[in-house]
Nanobody, 128 residues
Framework: QVQLVESGGGLVQAGDSLRLSCAASGRTISTYGMGWFRQAPGKEREFVAGIVAGISSRSGMTNYADSVKGRFTISRDNAKNTIYLDMNSLKPEDTAVYSC?????????????????WGQGTQVTVSS
């Protein structure tokens, strides 16, 4: 079992930055591909960013949704068993509940069905 707890959300203005954290317990997350997802009211959950497992030969490789590419950065600190999402140049359309999750694969797939452990989420609200 893996427990994931997100933090760092809040209310910000357009153009501001936030850093989200996802702290894991129960198992080391270095063996997992990890992802950040978001869900806005009335919309389906969508992939935001992913990072390859720390034990993979492709460790550190990342991928992003087109909507956040160049603005968001995902990273991991294996020593702290934590992943981060640095969000810059925030837009009102980034408003959503952001959740982190562990992938059943070492890669960071965009397929939500391939993630098995999820955090409870943290709210990010961007005002115009």
């Amino acid at each position: 079992q893996v427990q994931l707890v997100e933090s760092g959300g809040g209310l910000v203005q357009a153009g501001d930055s936030l850093r989200l954290s996802c702290a894991a317990s129960g198992r080391t997350i270095s063996t997992y591909g990890m992802g950040w997802f978001r869900q806005a009211p009335g919309k389906e959950r969508e992939f935001v960013a992913g990072i390859v497992a720390g034990i993979s030969s492709r460790s550190g490789m990342t991928n992003y949704a087109d909507s956040v590419k160049g603005r968001f950065t995902i990273s991991r600190d294996n020593a702290k068993n934590t992943i981060y999402l640095d969000m810059n140049s925030l837009k009102p359309e980034d408003t959503a509940v952001y959740s982190c999750a562990t992938s059943v694969l070492a890669i960071a797939t965009m397929n939500t069905n391939l993630y098995n452990y999820w955090g409870q989420g943290t709210q990010v609200t961007v005002s115009s």
